[in-house]
């Protein structure tokens, strides 16, 4: 089955490229580490998947592209011309002199009621030509106009047309810093939306792309174009074809019906993050070898400490610059003085720590994000796929203790006062990730754990792991997000510039009280 991508603003746009190129290469590459008739039937189900055949034999992405302005289009049908080993369609692109400018109601309730029939046109073509469909993977960032407020609609739109196929957004968190000052009220509109039309959001924060770059590539002055290979790396270990569970020798047929089977039991939670392991500088990989269990132990501790601790800590002191910075200029972010933030959300930690004055005002929003215990992260579904060599040997259900839990580890956590952590890990070192504690009590982790396995080796590692986690893992920084906007909202700042393209206060309310719902969904597990 096909799945066609829709690549919409200058991020949807940037990262597509990557994501069919990696996709592109991998397939193609010679050092697959499988038998040739194999590897035949690897890129015979990833060009079903990816890619269409056009006359002259040079495969074609299955994608529509979409940006208001056409820099970056233009951009990217040629890099993909020039690459010489695909290429996009002729009449797949459609885009128009203006972006959206960072606003999102003029993505949603501008762009896209106009040229909806335009581009509802060039995914319906490319959804022709597919023998059968497996559903959309649309591409955009979270916080900018065009990809995060035309994206929305498009979404939408894709629901009331193809209700019965699947949607899965790929989505980019902003940056923690802060590019753009409206980047939070754009970012809960984004979501809230798609949390109505979409089946499964695969959410990136550009802050961890960011630090693999850093450490783990060993990138000292890091792009957008690096952020978006490591991100087409990771997309890639996901996406491409594994063996289904009942044959060793037949790769599975539908790779977001699969997934979503996998990893959304409830349209209540359905927001996805991805981790993977090996992921590093070509000459790191050279002085490095890797075995299953070692491999699965840091897929493990990656998965069971949120450790996010010192982002959110980086998060707030930004914040409270960027007040500072906003106030210096003259804007009125809260009313009287008061620091208004909600009550238990980390804004208000943020300012606690800074010793600021008490909170007021408000009624208090995302409580329910008052974890059990901040360090630890409890999951509903989680996915591992492992590629490569010997991969039949890797057991996920009983890792040796001695890969589990090495002592560096055990002082860090008592150090960090992870107790729960410790407590869960010292009564679990043999069973895997299949552990009833790291799931929400009312799943069985028969039903919560799934592992597909391929000995086609992925890319340039002989063995990788990924792991796809529907968990709490993305709660603190939707708390957050949210916390932020709501500081915003309940100043009316820059709210005009949304009601001007027709948007009502009540729109935001409306996103509040769902994000709301999804914080305490997830805290409650
Ligand atoms: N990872 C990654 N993030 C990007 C890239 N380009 C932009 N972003 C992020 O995307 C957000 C801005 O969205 P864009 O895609 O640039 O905006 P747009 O959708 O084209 O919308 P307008 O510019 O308003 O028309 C910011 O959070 C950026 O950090 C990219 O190539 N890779």
């Not at 984004?190 to 089946?199: E, G, P, V």
């Not at 590093?280 to 990656?302: C, D, I, P, V």
């Not at 591992?384 to 009983?398: M, N, Q, T, Y």
């Not at 043999?430 to 890319?459: C, H």
Request: with cysteine.
């Amino acid at each position: 089955m096909s799945i066609v991508t829709v690549q919409l603003g200058q991020c949807g746009n940037q990262i597509g490229f990557e994501v069919f190129d990696a996709l592109f290469r991998d397939s193609h590459c010679s050092q697959g580490l499988c038998s040739k008739r194999e590897n035949e039937a690897y890129q015979a189900s990833c060009k079903e998947r990816f890619f269409r055949e056009e006359e002259n034999g040079v495969p074609v992405a299955r994608a529509v592209l979409v940006d208001m302005e056409p820099k970056v289009i233009n951009q990217t049908l040629s890099k993909a011309a020039q690459s010489g080993r695909w290429k996009y369609g002729q009449h797949t692109s459609f885009c128009q002199k203006q972006g959206s400018g960072n606003n999102w109601a003029y993505g949603y309730s501008v762009h896209g009621p106009k040229h909806e029939e335009s581009i509802m046109n060039l995914i319906q073509t490319e959804v022709e030509k597919c023998d059968s469909l497996s559903g959309f993977f649309i591409l955009m960032s979270m916080a900018g106009g065009t990809g995060s407020g035309l994206g929305a609609f498009i979404t939408q739109k894709l629901q009331d047309q193809y209700s019965s196929s699947l949607k899965t957004n790929q989505i980019i968190w902003p940056y923690g810093t802060g590019e753009v000052i409206v980047q939070n009220y754009n970012s809960i509109l984004t979501l809230s939306h798609l949390y109505r039309s979409s089946d499964a959001l695969l959410i990136h924060e550009n802050d961890a792309i960011h630090k693999i770059c850093a450490k783990r590539m060993n990138i000292k002055q890091i792009s957008f174009r690096d952020l978006n290979r490591v991100l087409a790396h990771q997309l890639g270990s996901v996406l491409q074809p594994v063996y289904s569970e009942d044959s060793s020798s037949h790769y599975r047929r539908n790779p977001l019906g699969d997934l979503m089977e996998h990893l959304v039991p409830h349209p209540e939670f359905k927001m996805l993050g991805v981790r993977n392991i090996p992921q590093m500088s070509a000459e790191s990989l050279a002085y490095n070898t890797f075995t299953w269990a070692g491999l699965l132990k840091h897929l493990r501790q990656m998965l069971i400490s949120s450790a996010k601790m010192e982002e959110v800590m980086s998060t707030i002191l930004m914040r409270i610059l960027e007040r500072t910075r906003a106030e210096s200029q003259g804007l009125q972010m809260e009313e009287g003085g008061d620091r208004i933030a909600p009550e238990g959300s980390a804004v208000e930690l943020g300012y606690r720590l800074a010793g600021a004055a008490p909170l007021s005002g408000l009624p208090p929003i995302g409580k329910a994000s008052a974890h059990k215990d901040p360090h630890f992260n409890t999951s509903l579904a989680n996915l591992v796929i492992l590629r490569g060599k010997e991969v039949h040997g890797a057991d996920v259900d009983a890792l040796p203790p001695s890969s589990l839990w090495s002592r560096v580890d055990l002082l860090t956590a008592i150090l960090s006062g992870r107790l729960r952590s410790i407590l869960f890990l010292s009564s679990s070192l043999t069973t895997g990730f299949k552990d009833p504690a790291l799931y929400t009590s009312w799943l069985e982790p028969v039903d919560a754990f799934s592992v597909w396995k391929t000995q086609r080796a992925f890319d340039k590692y002989e063995k990788s792991a990924a792991l796809v986690s529907n968990s709490q893992l993305l709660v603190k920084p939707l708390d957050m997000i949210v916390g932020k906007a709501w500081n915003m909202f309940s100043s009316k700042a820059y709210i005009h510039q949304y009601t001007k393209f027709g948007m009502e206060e009540e729109d935001f309310l409306d996103s509040f009280t769902l994000l709301e719902q999804v914080v305490a969904s997830y805290g409650s597990l």
